[in-house]
C-alpha cells in the first residue's frame, strides 16, 4: 500500500520569508513525485515534478528529492499572499514491466502568508 | 499549451438520471485520467486510459463507465448515481502513461440530489 503524509497545517509563513512544504512517501519503489498547488474550488495546478536525488529549481519555487529517506520538499522564496493555497505531494508507482499507476496525492498542507 | 478542457463545468442530477462528463486534450497526450476528489479531500484515481484503451480501474463501481472515444477525447457516464457521489469530477492527461507529467482540467462540480 503506498502512502504520501504530509503535514495538512495551517503553515503560515510572513509574506517575503521562505515556505518549507514536506512530504514522505512509504513505497520505495516510488520514481515521479510531484508537487501541485490547489486554490479553494480550483483544479490541481503542476508547480514542480522531480526525479532524481537532489535538488530542482524553477523560479521562486525547488524541489527537494531524498529517494533514501523517502523525502521530498518544497521550498518557495520570497512568499508572496497569492502563494496561500493547498500544496499537494504526489507520487507515481512504476511497475517492473514498464506500466504505471496514476497519481497517489497526500492530503496536502494548507499554506496563508501572512502579509 | 498544457490546456485540458472539461464540460460541464457543474452539473446537477437525480439518482434516476444519466449523464455525461466529458474532457478534451489537443496536446498529443496518449494517456488520460480520472480522479474524484471530495471536499478537503485529495484527488483519488478512479480510471487510466492508455492509448485509448483502460488501463486501470481502481475498483470503481459500474455506476461509474469511462470511454475514450479517440485519443483527444474522454468521457464519463453516470447513471443511478448516490449523494455521496457528488464531488469534484477531474480529467488529467500525460505524454504517457509512467513517469511523466499530468495536467489537470478544471474539474466538474457534480451534485446527486
Known amino acids: 500500500q503506498k502512502e504520501v503524509e504530509q503535514n495538512s497545517g495551517p503553515l503560515s509563513v510572513p509574506e517575503g520569508a521562505i515556505a518549507s512544504l514536506n512530504c514522505t512517501y512509504s513505497d520505495r519503489v516510488s520514481q515521479s513525485f510531484f508537487w501541485y498547488r490547489q486554490y479553494s474550488g480550483k483544479s490541481p495546478e503542476l508547480i514542480m515534478s522531480i526525479y532524481s536525488n537532489g535538488d530542482k529549481e524553477d523560479g521562486r519555487f525547488t524541489a527537494q528529492l531524498n529517494k533514501a529517506s523517502q523525502y521530498v520538499s518544497l521550498l518557495i522564496r520570497d512568499s508572496q499572499p497569492s502563494d496561500s493555497a493547498t500544496y499537494l505531494c504526489a507520487v507515481t508507482l512504476m511497475y517492473s514491466g514498464g506500466g504505471a499507476d496514476g497519481l497517489t496525492f497526500g492530503k496536502g498542507t494548507h499554506l496563508i502568508i501572512q502579509p | 499549451d498544457t490546456e485540458v478542457t472539461q464540460t460541464p463545468k457543474h452539473l446537477v442530477m437525480g439518482m434516476t438520471n444519466k449523464k455525461s462528463l466529458k474532457c478534451e486534450q489537443h496536446m498529443g497526450h496518449r494517456a488520460m485520467y480520472w480522479y474524484k476528489q471530495k471536499a478537503k479531500k485529495p484527488p483519488e484515481l478512479m480510471f487510466v486510459y492508455s492509448y485509448e484503451k483502460l488501463s486501470i480501474n481502481e475498483s470503481v463501481p459500474s455506476r461509474f463507465s469511462p470511454e475514450c472515444p479517440n485519443s483527444s477525447l474522454l468521457n464519463l457516464h453516470l447513471h443511478a448515481l448516490q449523494p455521496e457521489d457528488s464531488a469534484l469530477y477531474l480529467c488529467?492527461?500525460?505524454?504517457?502513461?509512467?513517469?511523466?507529467?499530468?495536467?489537470f482540467g478544471p474539474g466538474t462540480r457534480l451534485t446527486v440530489t
Open positions: 488529467a492527461s500525460s505524454l504517457a502513461q509512467g513517469a511523466y507529467e499530468q495536467y
